[in-house]
């Protein structure tokens, strides 16, 4: 009795477990769904706000690299100053001096290097460097370089940014890293809600006309909202990401995800034009739409995870983020959108229209036929666009982001260079060894001839007066803890070949005096360092993009040729995008051309995806002409709601930001987009018809059998080998197959062969040699051995056949 209970138990869990169904879970609960996702938007709203946001790239660098741990040292010793350049219009000299003064009293402000730092300016005209003057002062018009107590990101700084607003009035023009970091936070806060704003109204034109109702892009907007305030809630537990990530990873996830909310409520209208009620409807759809959602969301997330393996480490961030964003994404629309279809059905259903869209038949069928020239123009298309996208001129550092064209930091920029030429800062961290090699080390600095100035205790001390004789609180700021800082003022950009070019020499020489433990920090080091980290993770990411996405390909199809076939249109697509720029003269920041890479192979794979899906399931019931044009007609209705929304988005980034490098960013994606739409629907069928006879087969089956058959052919031919041995006569040559039968065979026939040499020519016996009985009764002990060996054989099977049969009765016992 308790076995059959228990029996009968186990039944009834049986049952039960495979009673579960997760649509039917989800509809049978999507009200208690609905309040858990209500209540996590709304902490994840109250926690947005506290996220933090990191302007500085140069944070972002690995902790091997020179300039960074230039940094770590600087801000241990000394603190991690901002720096910035003022320029006062209409000012004489003695009215620059004042207002010098009134700067250099605020609390957030450590120094102002300016004229009166190493002239009087009351001295009489004899004692006045006027080559020095010129370089602060010319034409009522004076510049001064400016260090602050706090970093260039530091809200302090910003503070005190605006309090020398107020002292200069409208006379004042301002550049420098904590200005182009202060211009760059109130730029990005003002214009993400206007491009959020504009996105939002753009996407929801487009589903209008690609949809059938009024009221439907309101249910894949609330849905997408909920999975966008999730992730940006969410982004608290990362603790700090950067001003890239925060600025487009919004929109991005709208226009990336929005197509797994299209596929849900497609599948669901097509459930119900079948007759069936809405809840067996709906989760049908569910189960239909979860395979297309789960491979169309994975290309994605891999196409994002992969930047989490830049060494230059914005890219972790960036991947993080957006990859959390899909699957944020993917889980509210699995989980929340039933919940929703079932509460906003009635008004889809009485604010439904017409479908705007064309009928498409008659472009299918032109695409079908230039498909030979599409073939012909990509293969002579792909090298030029390959190599010209190699020959881009990039921008690496803050300098690309910040100061870029359009803002009033690039403009004021142009003016104060117009007038007193360029100033580049670096600071040279050395150690405090030696008072005399510091002064040498200065004086060779100043020879430079692009040289500004270059500001040590070691030069602003007269020989021979004691570093005791000035206040602690100058000589701490040039000498500290075993250290001393040194500042030097470049003619140049922060970023530029010139640039470049003076750091490396001036790096050259301290490392003459200071061979150990000395760091040249600033912009322009800085900015080496990210271009050579940067150009090294472009390779790597590339590879790791293309082989995880054609892995995820390859596990969906269970093909090795059709990830070929679909990632070609992508990878040219990314080409062309990507060789654009080198043909109309822009400079691309390297940034953005490394993450572009990999969202569009990410982010648009999905289209060929969906034309080779489309393509296989109408090769079913129709030839291969017919199968193409109805797989066009099938796919360039999603493909362009898809590649539409992604297209406006980043064009809507792109024109409205002002910020260079997010700017580049939206305009790369939304060309891209466009791009990979053309590529796929023109590329695609031409592409499927050609290697048709590979795709209706099964190349893992293939395989399979291809290995079969070769195991079935060495197995014959063995066999063949033994009956060939088996039945051959000795012939003074060894056997292939060295068994036990086929040696017995084998003395057997020499023996044979020695009782043969008995005979004479006539038949007749021959007298018997010593050598030869020796010989014959050496073949008779071997045919002696093997029959012992053989019949060991025989006992050794007959025991394990024994203790079988012994053990199977025990056990029906």
């Known amino acids: 009795m308790k076995l059959k209970f228990l029996h009968k138990r186990k039944e009834e869990k049986q049952t039960e477990k495979e009673a579960f169904s997760l649509p039917k879970f989800i509809i049978e609960r999507s009200r208690a769904i609905?309040?858990?996702?209500?209540?996590?938007?709304?902490?994840?709203?109250?926690?947005?706000?506290?996220?933090?946001?990191?302007?500085?790239?140069?944070?972002?660098?690995?902790?091997?690299?020179?300039?960074?741990?230039?940094?770590?040292?600087?801000?241990?010793?000394?603190?991690?100053?901002?720096?910035?350049?003022?320029?006062?219009?209409?000012?004489?000299?003695?009215?620059?001096?004042?207002?010098?003064d009134k700067i250099e009293a605020l609390d957030g402000v450590d120094q102002v290097m300016w004229l009166d730092t190493s002239t009087s300016v009351y001295a009489a005209d004899a004692f006045i460097n006027f080559n020095s003057v010129d370089e602060y002062y010319k034409d009522n018009t004076a510049v001064m370089d400016i260090v602050f107590v706090n970093g260039d990101t530091d809200k302090r700084t910003s503070q005190t940014i605006d309090e020398i607003k107020d002292i200069l009035g409208n006379k004042g023009h301002y550049v420098g890293m904590a200005v182009q970091n202060k211009s760059l936070q109130e730029n990005v806060s003002s214009e993400m809600k206007l491009i959020m704003t504009l996105a939002v109204v753009v996407i929801f034109l487009i589903l209008t006309v690609t949809t059938n109702s009024w009221f439907e892009p309101v249910l894949y907007l609330t849905v997408m909202g909920v999975a966008i305030v999730l992730n940006k809630g969410t982004n608290l537990f990362i603790g700090r990401i950067s001003f890239l990530t925060n600025s487009v990873s919004a929109v991005l996830q709208l226009a990336c995800s929005m197509d797994y909310s299209i596929f849900l409520s497609h599948a669901f209208a097509r459930e119900k034009a079948k007759g069936l009620d809405q809840m067996t409807a709906l989760s049908n759809a569910i189960n239909e739409a979860l395979n297309s959602i789960f491979a169309s969301s994975l290309t994605t997330i891999v196409g994002f995870i992969v930047l989490c393996f830049m060494k230059f480490n914005i890219g972790f961030d960036m991947g993080l983020v957006l990859a959390k964003g899909i699957v944020l994404s993917l889980l509210t629309v699995v989980f929340f959108m039933p919940a929703m279809i079932l509460r906003m059905t009635p008004m889809i259903e009485k604010t439904s229209h017409r479908s705007f869209l064309p009928s498409f038949d008659k472009l299918s069928h032109g695409i079908y036929n230039c498909r030979r020239l599409v073939l012909i123009l990509i293969a002579v298309l792909v090298i030029p666009a390959y190599t010209a996208q190699s020959m881009n001129d990039f921008l690496y550092g803050n300098d690309a982001v910040g100061a870029s064209e359009g803002t009033t930091v690039y403009?004021?920029?142009?003016?104060?260079?117009?007038?007193?030429?360029?100033?580049?800062?670096?600071?040279?961290?050395?150690?405090?060894?030696?008072?005399?090699?510091?002064?040498?080390?200065?004086?060779?600095?100043?020879?430079?001839?692009?040289?500004?100035?270059?500001?040590?205790?070691?030069?602003?001390?007269?020989?021979?007066?004691?570093?005791?004789?000035?206040?602690?609180?100058?000589?701490?700021?040039?000498?500290?803890?075993?250290?001393?800082?040194?500042?030097?003022?470049?003619?140049?950009?922060?970023?530029?070949?010139?640039?470049?070019?003076?750091?490396?020499?001036?790096?050259?020489?301290?490392?003459?005096?200071?061979?150990?433990?000395?760091?040249?920090?600033?912009?322009?080091?800085?900015?080496?360092?990210?271009?050579?980290?940067?150009?090294?993770?472009?390779?790597?990411?590339?590879?790791?993009?293309?082989?995880?996405?054609?892995?995820?390909?390859?596990?969906?199809?269970?093909?090795?040729?059709?990830?070929?076939?679909?990632?070609?249109?992508?990878?040219?697509?990314?080409?062309?995008?990507?060789?654009?720029?080198?043909?109309?003269?822009?400079?691309?920041?390297?940034?953005?051309?490394?993450?572009?890479?990999?969202?569009?192979?990410?982010?648009?794979?999905?289209?060929?995806?969906?034309?080779?899906?489309?393509?296989?399931?109408?090769?079913?019931?129709?030839?291969?002409?017919?199968?193409?044009?109805?797989?066009?007609?099938?796919?360039?209705?999603?493909?362009?709601?898809?590649?539409?929304?992604?297209?406006?988005?980043?064009?809507?980034?792109?024109?409205?930001?002002?910020?260079?490098?997010?700017?580049?960013?939206?305009?790369?994606?939304?060309?891209?987009?466009?791009?990979s739409m053309l590529f796929v629907c023109s590329l695609m069928p031409a592409f499927l018809v050609l290697f048709d006879h590979i795709l209706m087969q099964n190349e893992f089956e293939r395989i399979h059998l291809f290995f079969k058959k070769r195991r079935e052919r060495r197995h014959a031919r063995m066999k063949r080998a033994a009956r060939r041995v088996a039945g051959a006569v000795w012939k003074g040559k060894k056997p292939l197959v060295d068994s036990v039968t086929s040696k017995r065979k084998q003395f057997e026939a020499e023996t044979k062969a020695l009782e043969d040499t008995e005979m004479t020519e006539t038949g007749g016996p021959q007298e018997k040699t010593d050598s030869d009985a020796e010989a014959r009764e050496k073949h008779r002990r071997k045919l002696r051995l093997l029959g012992k060996v053989r019949e060991q054989r025989k006992d050794r099977k007959r025991k394990m056949t024994e203790k079988r049969e012994a053990g199977s009765h025990e056990e029906d016992h």
């Open 34 to 100: 609905e309040i858990v996702f209500l209540v996590l938007v709304l902490i994840s709203a109250l926690m947005a706000p506290f996220v933090e946001i990191n302007y500085d790239l140069t944070e972002y660098l690995p902790s091997t690299v020179q300039s960074k741990q230039g940094l770590d040292l600087m801000e241990e010793k000394f603190g991690y100053p901002g720096t910035g350049r003022i320029m006062i219009d209409d000012v004489s000299l003695y009215e620059a001096k004042a207002y010098k």
């Open 411 to 675: 403009e004021d920029d142009e003016l104060i260079t117009a007038k007193f030429g360029r100033s580049n800062m670096m600071m040279a961290i050395v150690p405090d060894t030696s008072f005399i090699k510091e002064k040498q080390f200065t004086d060779e600095l100043e020879d430079l001839p692009y040289m500004k100035s270059v500001t040590s205790l070691s030069g602003q001390l007269p020989e021979g007066v004691p570093e005791d004789f000035l206040p602690y609180s100058i000589t701490s700021q040039l000498h500290k803890k075993d250290y001393a800082r040194i500042l030097i003022y470049v003619k140049s950009k922060g970023e530029s070949k010139l640039a470049y070019q003076c750091s490396d020499e001036i790096q050259a020489i301290m490392k003459k005096y200071y061979p150990e433990n000395s760091y040249l920090v600033g912009t322009t080091p800085s900015t080496q360092d990210i271009q050579t980290t940067i150009t090294k993770d472009y390779s790597r990411v590339n590879v790791m993009s293309l082989i995880g996405v054609f892995v995820v390909v390859m596990w969906s199809f269970k093909s090795l040729i059709i990830p070929l076939l679909i990632m070609i249109p992508i990878e040219v697509a990314i080409f062309v995008n990507m060789a654009v720029p080198y043909i109309v003269g822009d400079t691309m920041i390297f940034i953005g051309y490394i993450i572009v890479s990999c969202i569009q192979l990410g982010a648009t794979v999905d289209y060929a995806i969906l034309t080779t899906n489309n393509y296989l399931e109408c090769r079913k019931t129709m030839d291969k002409k017919e199968a193409a044009i109805g797989t066009l007609n099938l796919s360039i209705p999603a493909i362009l709601t898809s590649g539409s929304i992604l297209t406006c988005a980043g064009y809507i980034v792109y024109k409205v930001s002002s910020v260079a490098a997010i700017g580049d960013l939206g305009h790369l994606i939304g060309r891209g987009a466009l791009i």
